[in-house]
Nanobody, 127 residues
Framework: VQLQASGGGLVQAGGSLRISCEIF??????????VGWFRQAPGKEREFVAA????????YYSDSAKGRFTISRDNAELRMYLQMNTLTHEDSATYYC???????????????????WGQGTLVTVSS
């Protein structure tokens, strides 16, 4: 399984941005995988943003993302998205998409649980 993130860029504070992640690989089993978005700012640890259980569509969010960000997926195109609204300077980071099998809702926010990672896309929010 390979992932490729795209759509990052420069946006003003208060604005919106949608980033996407394309998933490649015949071994991607829609019934088994969780997919997620993480972010990492310079000098900080990688942190959980949002996740989705692919087949059922269950979603999970960090406290900072809840109410502002929406994770979604296109089942036919094998793409996932992160719609980000009301962005602040604190949201500036490189955003990574990831995929995992064998995790639970209790561990969905742990980066170490994810088997596959995209290369990251940079989001910069100007204040």
């Amino acid at each position: 399984v390979q992932l490729q993130a795209s759509g990052g860029g420069l946006v003003q504070a208060g604005g919106s941005l949608r980033i996407s992640c394309e998933i490649f690989g015949r071994t991607f089993n829609r019934y088994r995988y969780f997919v997620g978005w993480f972010r990492q700012a310079p000098g900080k640890e990688r942190e959980f943003v949002a996740a989705l259980k692919w087949h059922e569509g269950y979603t999970y969010y960090s406290d900072s993302a809840k109410g502002r960000f929406t994770i979604s997926r296109d089942n036919a195109e094998l793409r996932m998205y992160l719609q980000m609204n009301t962005l602040t300077h604190e949201d500036s980071a490189t955003y990574y998409c990831a995929a995992a099998t064998g995790i639970t809702t209790g561990t969905v926010h742990h980066p170490s649980e994810y088997n596959y990672w995209g290369q990251g896309t940079l989001v910069t929010v100007s204040s």
